[in-house]
């Protein structure tokens, strides 16, 4: 480490720390801004970035509140990497090489359990809420505090998995099939894939394994009418069209213009010519309702916390809050309850989040399932299975875990729409 790029991070921090936009949003606008600043001094400052922001509960504790920018990186090198400390002479002063020495030394095991887990307080208080024991949030917790890898889903409209793996591997980059997408591949590293040739020729996305696993529970087919309902930037609307051969009809609803946007260079690659990107106005757009009952799958990737993705975006910890969720939560139900009428009878429903809080996943089905008795629950794991895929799951809902699965932390539960016929209302309980 050199002057410059301690200089250049304390100038990143000072940006980042405030949480008003997404940490890798201002990094990039500040390598932009900077062009003197190599390649090795690029990768060092990103990678010091998102380690503070991933182990940055613990350097609050260890630091104490009145400390600033400087001993939260005095901390995170010393008590964090535990570097030679000979490498932060120059850097910084005596009595802070002094402070760093005391802090190498600590023992983690003496903090509270949601300072052991880096996680916010209250979301350990939601985790344990749901039944997860402390061992289980500090394994969870711990896991989190990892680098994600690079995942990428093979377009197989256009290329067959195998064939992209061997194309990536003879330009020199490692990669392997994923345990378990079959569309997967897994890059350990982190190449520059977007000036490619197979990227720009539309051959392969990058896409978590988790993110897959979700397109693949809707059972879209060929010819089908399918409906991806909060799409965003489109990496499941790509799956989707995939998994349909580019027939039938599949609907991107949006109520960002902007997301919308991103996902027409991305269609333009993929070679797909049943997509329709639809902007709503809110899930109870008119669009909506004429096309309610006519869907043969429809997938409800709903707003949330994020907290099942921190490998990748650290700072969601301290851009998120018990109060925030409270209020996507009731958004989320909403959501749900007004995809649900697109569905056509036999039909699927799917409802997935990136987060982990029992809240915004099994909570939210849950309440669903009581006020629709025309829905019904499918176990994923038999959906799975039929799929040939074994993946290690609790209950008949999938919750995707990184130190058990090595994906972000997924949800999903599937529903099918029941005849009228089959369902059951249970009475009302006499007063």
């Not at 039938?248 to 946007?261: N, P, V």
């Not at 005849?419 to 007063?431: F, L």
Request: glycine share 8%.
């Amino acid at each position: 480490m050199n002057r410059t790029q301690f200089d250049s991070l304390l100038d990143v921090l000072h940006q980042v720390l405030p949480f008003t936009a997404p940490s890798d949003v201002i990094l990039s606008r500040y390598f932009r801004d900077e062009r003197q600043l190599g390649a090795r001094d690029r990768a060092f400052i990103a990678e010091t970035v998102f380690g503070l922001l991933r182990h940055l509960p613990r350097i609050e504790w260890l630091t104490g509140e009145k400390a600033g920018v400087v001993e939260w990186l005095l901390a995170y090198f010393s008590a964090v990497e535990k570097r030679n400390l000979k490498e932060l002479v120059g850097i910084f002063d005596e009595k802070r090489i002094e402070q760093a020495k005391q802090w190498k030394g600590v023992d983690w095991s003496t903090a509270p359990l949601h300072v052991q887990a880096a996680l916010p307080a209250w979301a350990v208080e939601q985790l344990q809420a749901g039944g997860m024991s402390d061992a289980a949030v500090l394994e969870l917790g711990q896991s989190l505090l990892t680098a994600a890898p690079l995942d990428l889903r093979a377009n197989t409209l256009k290329m067959k998995r195998e064939a992209v793996a061997a194309e990536l591997t003879a330009s020199g980059i490692e990669i392997k099939p994923m345990a378990y997408s079959p569309w997967g591949l897994r890059i350990n590293s982190k190449p520059a894939l977007n000036k490619h040739p197979l990227f720009l020729a539309g051959a392969f996305e990058v896409q978590d394994e988790g993110s897959q696993l979700l397109a693949l529970l809707t059972g879209a087919k060929r010819g089908q009418m399918v409906a991806d309902f909060c799409a965003g930037a489109g990496g499941k609307t790509l799956a989707l069209g995939a998994m349909m051969g580019s027939t039938g009809r599949l609907y991107a609803f949006d109520i960002s213009e902007k997301r919308l946007a991103n996902l027409k260079p991305r269609l333009a690659r993929s070679g797909l010519s049943n997509v329709q990107p639809q902007l709503i106005a809110s899930e109870n757009d008119q669009k909506i309702k004429r096309l309610a009952g006519k869907m043969d799958a429809v997938l409800v990737d709903a707003p949330c916390s994020g907290l099942g993705t921190l490998r990748r975006n650290p700072d969601l910890k301290y851009r998120q809050s018990a109060a925030g969720v409270l209020e996507l939560n009731a958004k989320q139900a909403s959501i749900l309850a007004s995809a649900a009428r697109l569905v056509k009878t036999g039909g699927r429903l799917v409802y997935a989040t990136c987060s982990i809080l029992p809240s915004e996943n099994a909570a939210i089905v849950d309440a669903f399932l009581t006020a629709h008795p025309d829905f019904q629950l499918v176990d994923v794991r038999e959906l799975l299975a039929k799929e040939k895929i074994e993946l290690p799951l609790d209950g008949e809902m999938l919750q995707l875990l990184p130190q058990k699965h090595g994906m972000d932390g997924f949800f999903a539960a599937v529903m099918t729409r029941l005849p009228k016929a089959a369902v059951v209302v249970e009475p009302a309980a006499a007063e």
